[in-house]
């Protein structure tokens, strides 16, 4: 199998959806009839979302054209993996074309290019595996231009089919995870409508944030290709930072110290190990802005809740437990390799802060944060509401 750009991508996308698919756990057991009721349900809800969402931030989107270009997609696991392939291989271009120009140049290129591609592949396979088990509902800010779906594999299909198609990044889609949100609503034994009104009433609010601020997707694009295009592609550079952080894998773990790596750098994920100075300031706005998108969506399903999701405190306090928790120790080292704990920080660092900010200015205070990139907080004023309210709130 080669990859759909005849070798040019640096990863075989084909082998890596085709390793995911075959690797990755079946979902809970439903009947034909079940499963589309379910698939009917999600998209009623995303539906009615939408407005409670609207009405409850004060957020519009800036055009009928933005609301009306950003597709939802229901998705099984398979499907999930077909539309995140689609989305990595529009965003990491830039690492594309240093990893060619450096290739062009090896008099080795020709005899390891293509086992190159096809171990990569392999590899964001299995990763993809890992993920497509944990992700209930997702705004793809990159995904890529063009028609979103593929036509079905039968007439019968019951799940949308994201297409793989390389062309440059579109106006985004959102995704939900159907097995996933039957899996988690039936683990926490929690009543299966509102817990899925719930789960849409978070991913609208990230569709919400990007169609109501234009300047929003370009803004994290080019924080993503900047630090992209900061990629030390080097080998021997890579190997001096894999040793600096040989050991620190379980840092972080119970029981374990948090040891710090080189220059500073905490060591513990992939990310962390591989990044250069650059890199890591370019990473500290970006996770103050997902920090700030994570903590407002969580603040926003919360609140919309009560009037229209009767069961919301037991499903919060269900599902707050459950991320608490946590799972076994191979589980928890692979979080903290991918870099997945962080996520959850995200989630409980840019909670406090939207919560904080708007009991002291009010929603329509708080909304001054999507004026401009000047005015989302820094990564410092996501842990301090106080100085960004002095800055900017107002």
């Known amino acids: 199998m080669t990859s759909a750009s005849g070798g040019a991508d640096m990863v075989d996308w084909n082998l890596a959806v085709a390793t995911a698919t075959r690797l990755v756990r079946p979902g809970p057991e439903v009947s034909r009839a079940e499963a589309a009721a379910v698939v009917a349900e999600l998209r009623r809800h995303a539906l009615e979302a939408e407005e409670h969402v609207r009405a409850f931030t ?92 593929e036509a079905p594999d039968s007439p019968a299909a019951l799940f949308d089919k994201p297409r793989l198609g390389p062309e440059g990044p579109g106006p985004g889609r959102l995704l939900l995870v159907a097995p996933n949100i039957v899996h988690v609503e039936r683990e926490l034994d929690v009543d299966p409508s509102d817990f899925r009104l719930w789960v849409c009433l978070h991913e609208e609010t990230h569709r919400t944030q990007f169609t109501a601020v234009p300047w929003l997707r370009d803004h994290i694009q080019s924080e993503v290709q900047s630090f992209l295009a900061e990629t030390d592609v080097d ?22 110290g948090n040891r710090e790596g080189r220059e500073g750098a905490p060591a513990g994920n992939l990310l962390e190990i591989v990044q250069s100075p650059a890199q890591r300031e370019i990473l500290g706005r970006l996770t103050a802005v997902m920090s700030l998108l994570e903590g407002h969506a969580d603040v926003v399903m919360d609140g919309v809740g009560p009037a229209v999701v009767p069961t919301v405190a037991e499903i919060r306090e269900k599902f707050q437990q459950r991320r608490d928790r946590g799972a076994n120790r191979l589980d928890l080292v692979l979080r903290r390799l991918l870099g997945m704990d962080a996520k959850l920080r995200q989630y409980q660092d840019g909670a406090v802060f939207v919560r904080a900010v708007v009991e002291q200015v009010g929603m329509e205070g708080f909304n001054r944060v999507w004026t401009s990139p000047n005015t989302l907080p820094t990564k410092e004023e996501i842990h301090d509401p106080a100085a960004w309210v002095a800055r900017v709130g107002r």
Do not use: H
Request: glycine share 14%; aromatic share 6%.
């Open 58 to 149: 004060g957020m519009r989107s800036s055009s009928l054209a933005a609301a009306t270009a950003t597709p939802v997609l229901v998705v099984d696991r398979p499907g999930w993996v077909r539309a995140n392939v689609a989305g990595f291989r529009t965003v990491v271009q830039p690492l594309v074309a240093k990893l060619q120009a450096r290739r062009a140049n090896s008099a080795t290129a020709g005899v390891f290019g293509a086992v190159g591609e096809k171990a990569t592949g392999i590899e964001v396979g299995a990763l993809l595996a890992f993920l497509a088990t944990k992700v209930l509902g997702q705004y793809e800010t990159f995904a890529p231009a063009g028609p979103s779906l």
């Open 235 to 256: 080998p021997g550079a890579l190997l001096e930072r894999l040793r600096d952080a040989a050991g620190s894998l379980g840092a972080g773990l119970p029981g374990a």
